[in-house]
């Protein structure tokens, strides 16, 4: 995945993914076919990864 996509992706999670409570966090989720996606709330800039799980 180049920087570009990850970028892109990156912005999708934090503009269209769906905002959920986990324990005392609220963050997106973006939910593609049978997984989520999401990333720890660090700025865009800073974010190095982007954690998945099968729903």
Same mark, same amino acid.
């Given at each position: 995945?180049?920087?570009?996509?990850?970028?892109?992706?990156?912005?999708?999670?934090?503009?269209?993914? &769906?905002?959920?409570?986990? @324990?005392?966090y %609220?963050?997106?989720?973006?939910? $593609?076919?049978?997984? &989520?996606?999401?990333?720890? @709330?660090?700025? %865009?800039?800073?974010?190095?990864? $982007?954690?998945?799980? &099968?729903?």
């Amino acid at each position: 995945m180049s920087e570009e996509e990850f970028l892109y992706f990156k912005n999708m999670q934090r503009n269209y993914g &769906k905002v959920e409570r986990w @324990g005392k966090y %609220i963050t997106p989720y973006l939910y $593609i076919d049978d997984y &989520k996606y999401w990333t720890m @709330g660090a700025p %865009i800039e800073e974010t190095t990864v $982007i954690n998945r799980a &099968k729903v």
